[in-house]
């Protein structure tokens, strides 16, 4: 089993990864953000949508919105939330490597991180041929990721971040020259410590632009923020944004 098929992970690491501060501070991202201004009844799929931080803030902005994720877990925890905003919203439970709707959506995200998951670099460049397939002519793609760069500025000791009843100790490991990440976990609650393992590949903005363009995606833009911000050395993620050609 592959980490990000395990949802116990996702259960365990929970209040770490998607805390109601992470879900509130993207709810204020997606209302303001020119990245995310679509034209009103825009097709969007959220593309590992996971406990759907982003799924009731897109439909509130007028948009017609699809959740994919693998985990059974997080999609329940996504349901429960659109049910008790009485947002509209599909869910599907699906793996982002074979999930493909033709033509189908106008917009594809995939935030938090949610690419590179796959051993196999190839497994993470058919993710953005799946895509591209289901855009229609003229949609648009936008990744958003922690860049190689950004990293690469802060990566350093071992962060502690503090829960309710527990704490989580992580600590990064760079693979494969600067190829890939690991990142440990260890949750500590009553006296119990639960520990985990995640991989991903790392990417550059030049590496990913290479693999959009590669995928078939044009006009293939890079941003440091959901604000249009430059990707520059003042950057706190990489969002790299590409277009489906029209017909």
């Known amino acids: 089993m ?3 098929e395990d ?3 996702w259960s365990d690491f929970f209040e770490t990864m998607f805390s109601e501060r992470r879900r509130a501070e993207t709810a204020v991202v997606v209302a303001r953000s020119p990245l995310l201004a679509f034209p009103a009844g825009s097709r969007v799929l959220d593309l590992c949508c996971g406990p759907g931080l982003y799924l009731v803030p897109l439909v509130r902005r007028g948009y017609t919105v699809t959740g994919v994720d693998l985990s059974a877990e997080l999609l329940k925890r996504a349901r429960a939330v659109c049910e008790d905003a009485a947002a509209d919203v599909r869910l599907i439970r699906a793996d982002m490597l074979t999930h493909v709707e033709p033509e189908s959506y106008d917009v594809v995200l995939n935030v938090f991180t949610s690419f590179g998951y796959f051993d196999d ?3 993470n ?3 953005l041929r799946n895509a591209h397939d289901s855009l229609v002519p003229g949609g648009q793609l936008l990744i958003d990721v922690m860049g190689k760069e950004v990293l690469a500025g802060w990566i350093g000791r071992p962060q502690v971040v503090e829960l309710d009843s527990a704490y989580v100790v992580q600590r990064d490991t760079v693979l494969d020259d ?3 990440l690991r990142t440990d976990w260890t949750l500590v609650r009553d006296g119990v410590a639960r520990e985990a393992s995640i991989t991903s ?3 550059s903005a030049a590496e990913l632009r290479t693999l959009f363009e590669d995928a078939g995606f044009t006009g293939v833009e890079c941003f440091g923020g959901f604000e249009e ?3 520059d050395q003042h950057a706190r993620r990489l969002i790299v944004r590409g277009t489906k050609p029209g017909r």
Do not use: K
């Open 229 to 231: 911000e430059p990707y």
């Open 2 to 4: 592959h980490w990000y």
């Open 7 to 9: 949802d116990g992970f």
């Open 121 to 123: 670099a190839r497994d």
């Open 125 to 127: 460049a058919q993710v």
């Open 201 to 203: 590949f790392l990417y």
């Open 178 to 180: 600067w190829t890939r």
